[in-house]
């Protein structure tokens, strides 16, 4: 069975919330422009001063995201 990694992009600062939902949507736009597969794009705010954007993918898609959209760090996905 193919496992689902989390591609995270960490944010900080006052305005780190707004550029994580913007970074979201981006990372939409790019997983259609180039036709790959996801779970799912989100963003968390993990304190007053730093959130994250995250996409979900299969492990066998991670090389792609990860090569074109340099993710700051990866985890195995829940």
Known sequence: ???KLKLIWD?????GLGTAKH??????EFAEIEKLHFYE???T?????HSIA???VDETD???????LKPHRGTLAN
Not at 11 to 15: D, E, I, M, S
């Open 1 to 3: 069975m193919n496992r």
């Open 11 to 15: 944010f900080k600062g006052p305005t």
């Open 23 to 28: 970074h979201c949507i981006h990372l939409k």
């Open 41 to 43: 794009i989100n963003f």
């Open 45 to 49: 705010e993990l304190s007053e001063l």
């Open 54 to 56: 995250y996409i979900v």
């Open 62 to 68: 991670m090389k792609t995201y990860r090569d074109a």
